[in-house]
């Protein structure tokens, strides 16, 4: 098993910055993948950016390319969501989560409880 916790949400005013942070314990050296997706009220829960545990390869939704970046530190079994420019279509739950192999944009195994992101206009 692994689990994960995020931390970092908050509120901000659009064009501002957040960090989001999960940190994974348990089984961590089975992870291939970690992952952040968001869900906004009334919407279906989608993919925000992944990064692959060992070789750090990074994947972005269309929507939050060049403004999220997605990062690790292995020592901390934690991975990182910073998130610049942000707007208001970016409120919403953020999750984080993680799998013992791909595909990258669905089909995850753990999941966090998730951090609430609200971008004021």
């Known amino acids: 098993q692994v689990q994960l916790v995020e931390s970092g949400g908050g509120l901000v005013q659009a064009g501002g910055s957040l960090r989001l942070s999960c940190a994974a314990s348990?089984?961590?050296?089975?992870?291939?993948?970690m992952g952040w997706f968001r869900q906004a009220p009334g919407k279906e829960r989608e993919f925000v950016a992944a990064?692959?545990?060992?070789?750090?390869?990074?994947y972005y939704a269309d929507s939050v390319k060049g403004r999220f970046t997605i990062s690790r530190d292995n020592a901390k079994n934690t991975v990182y969501l910073q998130m610049n420019s942000l707007k208001p279509e970016d409120t919403g739950v953020y999750y984080c989560?993680?799998?013992?192999?791909?595909?990258?944009?669905?089909?995850?195994?753990?999941w966090g409880q998730g951090t609430q992101v609200t971008v004021s206009s």
């Open positions: 990064i692959n545990w060992s070789g750090g390869n990074t």
């Open positions: 989560a993680a799998d013992k192999a791909g595909p990258v944009s669905v089909g995850y195994q753990y």
């Open positions: 348990g089984r961590t050296f089975s992870i291939y993948v």
